[in-house]
């Protein structure tokens, strides 16, 4: 009898034994190693040097955190536009993503101030204002459920069309038929206030949208042009920054959480050391595309006229206007060109 309690007793302190070192193991963080490869969804395709980028990056971290930390990269829209990412990635489907600002301002809408018309400027001004503001960018998205790894751009976006286009008249030709994203909802009031017609298209509609001639006209940076092989079926290019396609590069905030403080600390660096990279490569592809395009694709650059200048500009400020209270505050927009009035008095 007396074996049987000290035999009862040692079965007890067993289980309890297990049930310890059980809710021991599911209260330790989770290391990346033990959940799944980190997805990571983009636009941009193969070969480019934002996937280049990327893949770089991702060698790099694999390399740095013993092969625990391994990106499963999805390019060419294969994944759909930024809004489906978006969506698979509140899902769980999705974990990371390189994004434009259609992306971004779905998790944050107010981020979109960044790509308002006319703007900014200067790469100086976009750097200025976003690296004062980058801090606060990071807790916002944060709050989001987003972890921002890296802020970067696009390049400065012009217009490209098979019409010369000098003069907001120009662009108010019938025979124009200017492209804007379904989502951008800026663009889309831009061009309204300035009463050109628009085709809303998705990205990945682009390309059969021009060969079919249901888009004759767009803004896009010169780089995006040659690297989505747009400029075969364009043939002028106006000498004149619409705006500023801005990007960055996100993970959920779940998924981040189940790295270890090192593996986050090896994620971050690497982030910020591709993404400074990924911004001076951008910036000079920009400026060899130019190049490209007049040269093997047969683009002529034209100017647009000064007497169009004035009201093209005061526009573009009537669309800033138009979006306080809706995708951002006053206080933000007051913010933004504050911060651009000082830069240019430093000048």
Known sequence: MKNKKISNKIYVAGIASAVLII??????????????????????????????????????????????????????????????????????????????????????????????????????????????????????????????????????????????????ADLQSPNVKMW????????????????????????????????????????????????LQWGNKLKYMTNLPVNVGVGATVITKEKFDQLTSAQQKVLRDAGDKYQSKLIEEIRRDNEKSIEALTTKAGIKIVEFQNSSLEAWDAIAVETHNAFVGQIYSQEFLDKINALLREYREKK
């Not at 489906?84 to 998790?107: F, P, Q, Y």
């Not at 204002?129 to 980058?134: E, I, N, Q, S, T």
């Not at 379904?182 to 300035?194: G, H, M, P, V």
């Not at 990945?204 to 803004?219: C, D, K, R």
């Open 180 to 227: 804007a994203r379904t989502s951008d909802r800026i663009a889309l009031e831009f061009y309204k206030k300035a009463k050109i017609a628009t085709v809303p298209r998705e990205v990945t509609q682009v390309l059969p949208s021009l060969y079919s001639g249901q888009i004759n006209a767009l803004t896009a940076s010169p780089y995006v042009i040659v690297a």
């Open 23 to 168: 809710l021991g193991m599911l209260c330790l963080p989770i290391s990346v190693s033990a959940v799944e490869s980190i997805k990571f969804a983009t636009l941009a395709p193969k070969g480019s040097t934002w996937m280049n980028n990327f893949d770089a990056m991702g060698k790099e971290i694999r390399a740095k955190t013993d092969g625990n930390i391994k990106f499963r990269f999805y390019a060419n829209g294969v994944m759909g536009d930024e809004l489906d990412v978006i969506s698979k990635m509140r899902n769980g489907l999705i974990h990371a993503g390189a994004m434009t600002a259609t992306g971004l301002g779905e998790i944050k809408e107010d981020v979109l101030i960044f790509q308002l018309p006319r703007i900014f400027k200067s790469y100086e001004e976009l750097d200025y204002v976003r690296d004062f503001l980058y801090e606060d960018l990071q807790k916002s998205f944060l709050e989001a459920g987003y972890v921002l790894i890296g802020m970067g751009d696009i390049g400065f976006y012009y217009i490209f069309s098979n019409h010369p286009i000098r003069t907001i």
